[in-house]
């Protein structure tokens, strides 16, 4: 796993993690990386302060399991939350979401899939929508 700090063109800064830098670099190549402050796509890499190890980190890679762990558990609840309570819409996302907004469609929580340019389209359009941390079950094995 690589943690990169990055930034949008409108300077936002965030952290995430990935696989690899190959798979860091498939992503930002499709745009499949969004600021979740403005929806841009178009993100690089922020200069990052290096990581060092010292001896007073000995005690740390324990605590980091620890911490993943809680925020696999974390997610695994938050998925169960979102599909017990809401209405799976697969790749019809960015069309329901804008009926619903637009009073054409019954309002009601929904999730599912849109292409990072639907996704711009409709934050930019002030429809409140965000990524979620996890694949739906439909699309795992």
Same mark, same amino acid.
């Given at each position: 796993?690589?943690?990169?700090?990055?930034?949008?063109?409108?300077?936002?800064? #965030?952290?995430?993690? #990935?696989?690899?830098?190959?798979? #860091?670099?498939?992503?930002?190549?499709? !745009?499949?990386?969004?600021?979740?402050?403005?929806?841009?796509?178009?993100?690089?890499?922020?200069?990052?302060?290096?990581?060092?190890?010292?001896?007073?980190?000995?005690?740390?890679?324990?605590?980091?399991?620890?911490?993943?762990?809680?925020?696999?558990?974390?997610?695994?609840?938050l998925k169960k939350?979102?599909?017990?309570?809401?209405?799976?819409?697969?790749?019809? #996302?960015?069309?329901?979401?804008? !009926?619903?907004?637009?009073?054409?469609?019954?309002?009601?929580?929904?999730?599912?899939?849109?292409?990072?340019?639907d996704a711009k389209? +409709?934050?930019?359009?002030?429809?409140?929508?965000?990524? +979620?941390?996890? +694949?739906?079950?439909?699309?795992?094995?």
């Open positions: 796993m690589i943690n990169y700090t990055l930034k949008c063109d409108k300077n936002h800064r #965030f952290d995430s993690w #990935f696989k690899s830098v190959e798979a #860091f670099d498939m992503l930002i190549n499709k !745009s499949l990386i969004i600021c979740s402050e403005c929806g841009s796509t178009n993100i690089t890499k922020a200069i990052m302060a290096p990581s060092v190890s010292t001896s007073r980190k000995k005690d740390e890679p324990r605590k980091e399991i620890q911490t993943k762990s809680k925020i696999k558990n974390d997610i695994l609840e939350k979102i599909e017990a309570n809401s209405e799976y819409v697969g790749n019809n #996302f960015a069309n329901e979401a804008r !009926s619903m907004y637009l009073g054409e469609a019954p309002e009601r929580s929904i999730y599912g899939e849109a292409k990072a340019d389209k +409709l934050i930019d359009d002030g429809i409140p929508v965000m990524p +979620l941390p996890f +694949l739906p079950a439909k699309k795992t094995n």
